[in-house]
């Protein structure tokens, strides 16, 4: 695919000159580390110059993902040819981002492969040996959809318990929605994971500063309204903490970021609307002495962050009530060096340090560290899953109300009570 995709091509005008001389520069050294790449004299040689290859086609991508984001800021091009033209260099991105991830990994065993393979050239060697390594994540089997229902119906009912959150009246049971404060027929709640369970991994562990973590946790969740979840899954809607007068427990509350929705309605309670204005500031309410764990909201409101960031919608954050700062309860909840690397993984944008600087932390006790080299391979690999993740919360507006009907959240099926909207 190279850097002379059609994308490229069209957009190539829109190069800055100081785009044009790097990306110059770097044609220069991927042409140069083909050659070697096509006359290596053995496996492991051959393999440093793919590594270097791949890199450098990496590089590039990343001059036309930074050329566009400027052109769109200077009113080149419009919000929608950004989007469309980003997305394009992603996914062609996406597959040299895991062929790298899978060289670095997995290089002794890639090398035996090919030392092994029947081919004549190195080449196709390293392509048979590449073939299941470099795999674009597909839609799940019925069998993997049915494991999925049944772990996400145990979850749903540990974060029943753990936030006291359901009641059954004459036979017909309701759950409780912290944000809306109100009680709701159970197939309109989700039980919403704060960090997706697709990213349990060691590259997620390793950020918190772990040899492993269960995202199954009940304090990496919430019971909210379904429409409540996907505007927390798409990043139109964040939970941000502030503090508490008089008392050391922090407050929660809902803050809307996407300020076009503001009038629409979420939910309807009998005779009562709500609406997105009504919601956002509100403080969420929980029913025990139980709450979600920092650590998980922090991660959840950087991603969030970065994503309005990508999209430049940051004027949210000047409406932060936290008194000037970005996160105002302060605590060692990720790896600093991990989280920075991470940020430019998945935004290309460096985090304000008003964001990281007395929520992170340099050294886990007792935990893992790694070189500058393997927490590269790891945030690249977290970065993947964060995209993989990010394209399964995109949809239309004209697909919206189809989504709405699927709930594999609910594992209640005798609930007759008369569901509101």
């Known amino acids: 695919m190279g850097d002379e995709s059609p994308i490229r091509r069209k957009y190539a005008s829109l190069l800055s000159p100081t785009s044009k001389i ?12 083909t050659s070697l790449l096509s006359n290596a004299s053995d496996v492991s040689e051959f393999l440093e110059q793919k590594i270097k290859t791949v890199e450098l ?6 001059v036309y993902k930074k050329s566009l984001t400027q052109a769109y800021k200077q009113d080149n091009i419009k919000e ?5 033209a980003l997305d394009e260099v992603n996914r062609e991105n996406s597959g040299k981002k895991r062929e790298w991830i899978a060289l670095k990994r997995q290089k002794v065993l890639i090398e035996g492969d090919i030392e092994e393979g029947p081919h004549k050239t190195l080449e196709k060697a390293y392509a048979a040996a590449m073939k299941h390594r470099v795999k674009i994540p597909t839609q799940l089997s019925r ?20 936030y006291a959150a359901a009641r059954t009246n004459d036979g017909n049971k309701s759950v409780f929605c912290p944000v809306t404060k109100a009680w709701w027929d159970p197939i309109l709640i989700k039980a919403a994971h704060l960090v997706p369970k697709s990213l ?9 500063g772990a040899d492993s973590m269960d ?84 991660f959840k409101y950087v991603m969030t962050y970065l994503m309005a960031k990508d999209s430049g919608n940051t004027k949210w954050v000047d409406r932060h009530p936290s008194q000037g700062t970005m996160w105002c309860t302060p605590g060692p909840y990720l790896r600093r060096s991990m989280l920075t690397s991470l940020a430019r ?7 304000p340090e008003a964001l990281y600087k007395d929520n992170t932390f340099d050294h886990a006790d007792g935990g893992p560290n790694k070189t500058p080299d393997q927490e590269k391979v790891l945030a690249m690999s977290l970065g993947l899953k964060l995209e993989d993740e990010k394209a399964t919360t995109k949809i239309s507006p004209a697909e919206e109300d189809d989504e709405d009907d699927d709930d594999d959240d609910d594992d209640d099926d005798d609930d007759d009570e008369e569901a509101h909207s």
Do not use: C
């Open 80 to 84: 929608g040819e950004l989007t469309e």
């Open 345 to 351: 993984q998945v935004s290309d944008h460096f985090l």
């Open 143 to 162: 069998a993997e959809q049915n494991l999925k229902k049944h772990t996400q119906a145990k979850f749903r009912r540990e974060l029943e318990t753990y």
């Open 200 to 208: 349990q991994s060691e590259e997620l562990a390793y950020m918190f």
């Open 215 to 298: 995202l199954s946790d009940p304090r990496n969740g919430l019971l909210v309204h379904h429409k409540i979840e996907k505007a927390l899954n798409r990043g139109t809607a964040v939970i941000i903490p502030v503090p508490a007068k008089g008392s050391s427990r922090s407050e929660w509350k809902l803050m809307l970021t996407e300020e076009s929705l503001r009038n629409q309605v979420v939910a309807s309670y009998g005779s009562l609307d709500y609406r997105w204005r009504d919601l956002d500031g509100t403080t969420l309410e929980f029913l025990n002495d139980n709450r979600p764990a920092r650590r998980f909201l922090y």
């Open 22 to 33: 790097i990306l110059a520069d770097y044609k220069v050294r991927k042409s140069s580390a």
């Open 57 to 62: 086609e990496m590089d590039i991508a990343d």
